[in-house]
């Protein structure tokens, strides 16, 4: 399985979520620059992304939404605060209205996002930063947990078909 594991910290105010795959770095990269992959993975697989707008750029946002079964849509939008090619990536990620401005009443977190190559090929470790451990809670309560880990057991088959 591709989700090594993930691991909400209170203490920390973080959720970590690590996973390995068996192909090279910049790969894994382009899982997170590329918006079209994005939309093959970002999201559990009932509720797939479809992203607007995709500025990989720092300072850039992306704006996207998730579609759910029963057609009910999540809106969230990115701004990209670093970019080290093909190391890691960080962004504030939030929820949003449906034209994609940022929600007020939902916590934004940051994200950071290291690839590190290992002997088998690539671990990803997504360390989602929280302002209060409440905040942490509201999210996991809500599926963060369940649907980052549904999302990223989606990669595999996408490294593998390319």
Do not use: C
Request: hydrophobic residues 40%.
């Amino acid at each position: 399985m591709t989700v090594i594991n993930a691991t909400p910290d209170p203490e920390a105010k973080t959720l970590t979520l690590v996973a390995e795959f068996p192909a090279a770095p910049k790969a894994v990269w382009q899982l997170w620059a590329d918006p079209r992959l994005l939309e093959r993975w970002w999201g559990p697989p009932t509720y797939p992304a479809t992203f607007r707008e995709h500025d990989f750029t720092v300072g850039g946002q992306a704006k996207y939404h998730m579609t759910g079964p029963e057609g009910d849509r999540s809106n969230g939008w990115w701004r990209f605060t670093a970019l080290d090619e093909p190391n890691s990536l960080e962004f504030v990620d939030g929820f949003a209205d449906e034209n994609g401005n940022p929600s007020t009443e939902m916590p934004e977190t940051t994200i950071r996002v290291d690839v590190d190559e290992i002997p088998s090929g690539t671990r990803m470790t997504i360390t989602s930063h929280f302002a209060s451990a409440e905040q942490l809670e509201q999210l996991v309560n809500m599926g963060m947990l369940e649907g980052m880990t549904q999302a990223a057991g989606q990669i595999d088959a996408i490294l593998a078909n390319g």
